[in-house]
């Protein structure tokens, strides 16, 4: 797309369109988490005599279901990454919304197990593609200096879905929640015509003048402005330093030291990411206070309520502070805090297990408080650094590669829980997960400071590192 130079009659310069672009290619995952939390207001409709579905369903289809979306989408990635460096990221981003509006169509239009079944699958491709491309867009769309905040608005928007999901469930049942989906998605997929190309993937295409322009819309200046040549010169740089590597495949790639090593502590990072507990936590949260034998105060529907709540606003303290600390601080205090209280809720139970006495509240706390850490740092953070710190040439195919790696994890996360509950007891698999939250202190201690900083000063301090 070349976007008219109309836009281009500024001298000081804005970074609204960066934020309105973000803020479209993030209904991608309000989508996202209305898919995620899909299931629990609807579990009690689809197990009842009354199922839509024609029958009730069982623990396991509905398990099953839960799980399919990260399964699933862990294997369709590796496509999502080839259509972002072929087609671009504009239309990839477009592309992934349609199995998403197949998705919906199908469940309202033939409601049986198969269909649900067929329709999560297809649910996988978009948010698949929501992972591996929106990411990327948004790094490559916006000015160092704010791209933590606009990177938060991924999770942030997530949280959302979770909470809009979560209260249209209360009143609605299965086929009007299903209608609430469509507006949002369709919305989308009108607004990503007028979206902008990235201007870093126009520069891999030899498309410089529309580069030129791009960044000098997005950025509020006239196409001749210094600010706008030196930002596309940079990415000309960069791109035809990598030109030297004869293919671009992830062997090849890897082939780069510092490059090899920030990947690896990427993928570090993502596997406690998805192993920190946060995630079960938010899963199974009614099903962990009635275990530890205390019964929430308020009704299941306020406190499912709850929990998306206090998503929210850790995402949105992040967006607030996201530019006022390093990654590292941040991402380390996360884990730190998490780590402490996943502690001390597994000191509670051993405690109640020996018959103490136990403040009641103790439980709902530290759960808030791990739900907290986790929307708020440990899970939007690393998507932050990892499109930071990895170079624009191939930015698209090793965020997929980690995009997969989440899902896979995440799947793992959520069907090993259970038995180790059961075999283990329910105060050492937190503090497994306690375990796993020291483990992301450290590897997030590993990692450069990316805040503020160009490709080639993350690469600096990764050749410090190593030396």
């Known amino acids: 797309m070349v976007v008219s130079s109309q836009y281009n009659l500024q001298d000081t310069g804005h970074t609204r369109w960066q934020w309105t672009y973000s ?98 699958i297809f649910c996988s491709f978009s948010a698949a593609g929501f992972f591996a491309i929106i990411p990327v867009y948004i790094r490559e769309i916006s000015q160092e200096h704010i791209t933590g905040s606009l990177g938060s608005l991924t999770m942030l928007s997530q949280n959302i879905g979770i909470l809009v999901i979560y209260l249209i469930g209360a009143f609605f049942d299965y086929f009007y929640i299903l209608c609430f989906f469509l507006p949002i998605t369709i919305a989308m997929l009108l607004l990503m015509i007028k979206a902008p190309e990235s201007p870093a993937y126009l520069v891999k295409r030899m498309k410089i003048s529309e580069a030129y322009e791009t960044v000098a819309f997005l950025r509020g200046l006239k196409i001749n402005d210094e600010r706008v040549v030196r930002a596309v010169q940079y990415m000309q740089k960069q791109e035809d330093e990598f030109k030297s590597l004869p293919k671009i495949g992830i062997f090849s790639i890897l082939k780069d030291k510092p490059l090899r090593r920030g990947f690896i502590l990427l993928i570090m990072v993502f596997t406690t990411q998805a192993l920190s507990g946060g995630f079960a936590i938010i899963t199974y949260a009614s099903v962990i206070l009635t275990s530890m034998g205390t019964e929430p105060a308020v009704n299941p529907e306020l406190q499912s309520i709850s929990l998306p709540i206090v998503m929210i606003i850790a995402s949105l303290m992040l967006t607030i502070i996201a530019e006022k600390f390093g990654r590292r601080t941040l991402q380390a205090s996360g884990y730190s805090i998490s780590a402490i209280t996943f502690t001390i809720l597994a000191t509670f139970i051993l405690l109640q297990d020996y018959g103490y006495a136990t403040p009641r509240w103790l439980p709902i706390g530290c759960m808030v408080t791990i739900v907290a850490m986790y929307a708020g740092t440990i899970r939007p953070l690393p998507f932050i650094v990892a499109a930071e710190l990895l170079h624009f040439r191939v930015r698209a195919k090793l965020m997929g590669v980690l995009a997969m790696l989440i899902g896979l994890m995440n799947s793992v996360h959520l069907f090993s829980y259970i038995p180790l509950k059961t075999y283990l007891g329910l105060s050492a698999t937190l503090m497994i997960f306690g375990i796993c939250n020291v483990f992301g202190i450290l590897f997030s201690l590993l990692l450069p400071e990316t805040k503020g900083k160009t490709d080639e000063e993350i690469r600096t301090l990764i050749e410090r590192q190593m030396k």
């Open 23 to 120: 803020c479209i290619v993030s209904l991608g995952f309000i989508i996202y988490g209305m898919e995620s939390g899909w299931l629990s207001p609807l579990i009690e409709e689809l197990q009842s005599q009354n199922s839509p579905l024609g029958a009730p369903v069982s623990d396991m289809v509905v398990s099953w279901w839960a799980t399919i979306i990260p399964l699933c989408g862990a294997f369709v990635v590796p496509i999502c990454t080839y259509l972002a460096d072929t087609f671009g990221r504009k239309l990839s981003i477009m592309a992934v919304i349609l199995p998403e509006i197949v998705s919906i169509i199908i469940r309202l239009a033939r409601p049986t197990v198969v269909s649900v079944t067929i329709s999560r």
